[in-house]
């Protein structure tokens, strides 16, 4: 049995994960694992679960919350020996082994110690790895946010930074900055991050964006905190306006080594090589080789009952032969949590291993069928001595594909083995050409979308607030990605209530479902890749289809809309439906998602939305 706080606050056994409600019993377990094998006092305890509001009788209330967590623990199966009645408060017993936190610290312990930079940055590389998600998302505690979390996440932002120091040592300066681009971004008061994320993009060649990302932060130092850059950031600029190579160490006020030249130093290697030369133009952005990533399991994964089991059945009776499913619809939906939640229901089929390969970049852009083949082909090398499984049958989520011939080249030959596809395409000409099945998602139903809600944020504050819960779904037009992030806005704002929520959605009901700590957690980032990766043209389509007043099209309709042939039309209506941007409806009629309409109203550009010309009502109601 294995705790995990490093992410949303969960119990693991074996390979099956659970993620704890928020409840007084949750804070109260986070707070003994946040100081554990230590005496937590019962005043600390009391604070951390109630915060300025204690009940009259504190005591007693903390010794009923202890009894409502011992009993969370034999239900799971845990000793209830491991939570400890000592003078003056409780304690939590525990081994490094059962807690990712103490296992991430000895991590960090083995990085320092290590003589060798390899062996430093792998020991760093697997302690980060153990942080999986928003840090005790679940856990609702003023006080722990205030006196706990930042001290810890103090301690990742600095294993990441040592990290990436090392890696520009090494020279590998292209590889990192896409991770420096989105840290820099999350943490833009953090300078050590900007001028990592400058020197990387310089030594590769991007004189001009390197210069761009240091006058940014000029800019944001200024106006958001009224200070200037510090002194390596400002010698950093000076080099790179001069086109000179990044030099020899450079000591700080203190006379201790600055950056990477310091990790250099400190690993006994010699400084990192700047640009061959001034740079004269761009170099092309590339980005670090895909990896095939473990399956995790998907928080609060509601609803979706029937397609599971019809698909978990066709996954788990293909022994003889290969199998490819494909997980189609828009944006979104629910695709890749759905096929992490099939590779977890199905992992005795597929001895061989379960694995996520992203299909696209970072930026939304396509990675190349030979980069995916390539890294998996190292990981089959590397795993060659495995034993017993290895060659055994495994499975592979291939996440975000953008076309077909992407995937060709990667599905499955070897009996046994499976692929399950999810892409914003149908695919039914590779399903058609390679045999498997295609299962195009919609969104979740109001009942579905309302336990989503509720399982994130407790059964007490959604029973509270059941005609807001229902307003805030029909507000995220049932779409799973956005339901979870307005369930991890109110769950990180408790004295926030359901029905502000709403209201506040309903000013901007598209821009506002996002989290700011989070890019890939953004409703309008998801619907711009998926809009960008269209035909200029379609894309227009896409924008007048959803700006039209028109709730439902035909063909006919479509065309005197678009100003096309009726043909034509259909044939854009179809292509827009393969994307997952528009429905089919029965009697050749289409509509589109109330939450896409809105996008492509808010959507800035793509033409006047008054000069898209206009259905008449009576022509409308003869045409077929």
């Not at 061989?352 to 299909?359: A, E, S």
């Not at 990605?481 to 704002?493: C, D, E, N, P, W």
Request: charged share 25%; proline share 8%; hydrophobic share 45%.
């Amino acid at each position: 049995m294995q705790f995990q706080v490093l992410g949303p606050l969960s119990i693991t056994d074996g390979g099956d994960s659970v993620v704890l409600q928020p409840s007084k019993p949750t804070v109260l377990l986070a707070t003994l694992l946040l100081r554990h094998n230590s005496v937590v006092s019962t005043e600390f305890l009391q604070s951390a679960i109630w915060g300025e509001d204690q009940p009259a009788s504190a005591k007693a209330a903390l010794q009923n919350c202890v009894l409502r967590l011992r009993r969370i623990f034999v239900k799971y199966g845990i000793a209830n020996a491991l939570i400890e009645s000592v003078p003056g408060g409780y304690r939590i017993s525990i081994g490094t082994a059962a807690l990712d936190l103490m296992r991430f610290r000895q991590l960090l312990d083995s990085a320092e110690a290590a003589r060798d930079p390899d062996a430093e940055l792998r020991a760093l590389k697997e302690a980060l790895a153990l942080w999986q998600g928003p840090f005790l998302s679940n856990v609702p505690s003023d006080v722990l946010r205030r006196d706990e979390i930042p001290h810890l996440v103090e301690e990742r932002l600095r294993a990441v930074e040592r990290a990436r120091d090392i890696e520009l040592s090494m020279g590998r300066c292209q590889q990192v900055i896409t991770e420096l681009w989105t840290v820099a971004r999350a943490y833009p008061a953090r300078e050590r991050f900007r001028e990592q994320l400058i020197e990387a993009l310089y030594r590769s060649g991007r004189q001009a964006e390197a210069l761009a990302e240091y006058r940014a932060v000029k800019g944001y130092l200024r106006e958001e905190l009224g200070v200037s850059p510090g002194s390596s950031l400002q010698r950093l600029e000076m080099t790179i306006l001069r086109g000179d190579d990044i030099g020899p160490p450079v000591p700080d006020d203190r006379g201790a080594l600055e950056g990477p030249a310091a990790a250099a130093a400190a690993a006994g290697l010699p400084p990192a090589e700047g640009p061959p030369a001034p740079p004269k133009a761009r170099a092309a952005l590339t980005a670090p080789p895909p990896t095939a990533r473990p399956i995790v399991p998907v928080p609060h994964f509601t609803g979706r009952a029937a397609e599971t089991a019809s698909l978990v059945t066709r996954l788990t009776t293909g022994a003889s032969r290969p199998v490819t499913v494909v997980l189609s619809g828009a944006p979104g939906i629910g695709k890749t949590a759905l096929a992490q939640h099939l590779a977890l229901l199905t992992r005795d089929a597929f001895p061989g291993g379960r694995f996520l390969v992203p299909m696209s970049h970072p930026d939304g852009t396509p990675r190349s069928p030979g980069e995916i083949a390539s890294a998996l082909a190292r990981r089959e090398h590397h795993r060659a001595d495995d034993g017993p499984d290895h060659g055994a049958g495994r499975l592979l989520v291939l996440d975000d594909v953008t076309d077909a011939d992407q995937v060709r080249p990667l599905l499955p030959t070897r009996p046994g083995s499976a692929v399950i596809i999810t892409s914003g395409l149908g695919l039914a000409g590779l399903v058609a050409a390679h045999g498997g099945w295609a299962h195009r998602l919609d969104t979740l139903t109001e009942e579905e979308s309302c336990h989503l809600l509720a399982a994130v944020l407790g059964a007490e504050r959604a029973e509270a607030e059941p005609d807001a819960l229902r307003l805030l779904a029909a507000g995220c037009g049932h779409f799973p990605l956005a339901l979870t992030i307005m369930a991890a806005r109110l769950l990180t704002r408790p004295r926030l209530r359901v029905a502000d929520c709403v209201a506040w959605l309903r000013d901007d009901p598209v821009t506002r479902l996002s989290l700011a700590g989070d890019p890939r957690l953004s409703v309008p980032r998801v619907f711009t890749t998926a809009l960008d990766r269209l035909d200029p043209l379609l894309a227009d389509a896409f924008l007048a289809i959803g700006r039209c007043d028109r709730r439902r099209l035909t063909a006919r309709l479509g065309g005197r809309l678009l100003g096309v042939a009726p043909q034509e039309a259909e044939e854009t209506l179809e292509r827009l439906v393969d994307a997952g941007l528009l429905e089919e409806e029965p009697a050749g009629e289409y509509h589109m998602h109330e939450l896409l309409r809105a996008f492509a109203r808010a959507r800035p550009g793509g033409g006047d939305p008054t000069a898209v010309p206009a259905v008449p009502a009576a022509t409308a109601a003869a045409s077929p």
